[in-house]
């Protein structure tokens, strides 16, 4: 059984920082792209930043030169650095992960169970 576990979430001043972290766990062969995606209420998920296994990185307009993605391949866990927080970050925080079974099972997209970040104005 593979899992995606978050951490790092909570509440911070608009301005501040956190960093959020995901580890995979389970059996399974490897990672490839990792992402964050972020949920506010009454709005659809959105993408925040996605990383590939050899560390290209793309970023969602509104977090760019704000936000930070990487990876630890050893740990199997994917960051989320956030500077400069605005109001408008606030939202539940997801992070994702496509993750090979191997040959026979292919590979699937798993999700964390979301992690809040709120960001006090």
């Known amino acids: 059984q593979v899992q995606l576990v978050e951490s790092g979430g909570g509440l911070v001043q608009a301005g501040g920082s956190l960093r959020l972290s995901c580890a995979a766990s389970?059996?399974?062969?490897?990672?490839?792209?990792m992402g964050w995606y972020r949920q506010a209420p009454g709005n659809e998920r959105e993408l925040v930043a996605r990383?590939?296994?050899?560390?290209?990185?793309n970023y969602a307009d509104s977090v760019k030169g704000r936000v930070t993605i990487s990876r630890d391949n050893a740990k199997n866990t994917v960051y989320l650095q956030m500077n400069s927080l605005k109001p408008e970050d606030t939202a539940v925080y997801y992070c994702?992960?496509?993750?090979?079974?191997?040959?026979?099972?292919?590979?699937?997209?798993?999700w964390g169970q979301g992690t809040q970040v709120t960001v006090s104005s």
């Open positions: 389970g059996s399974f062969f490897s990672i490839n792209d």
């Open positions: 994702n992960a496509d993750i090979s079974l191997g040959s026979f099972f292919g590979t699937r997209r798993y």
């Open positions: 990383i590939s296994v050899g560390g290209g990185t």
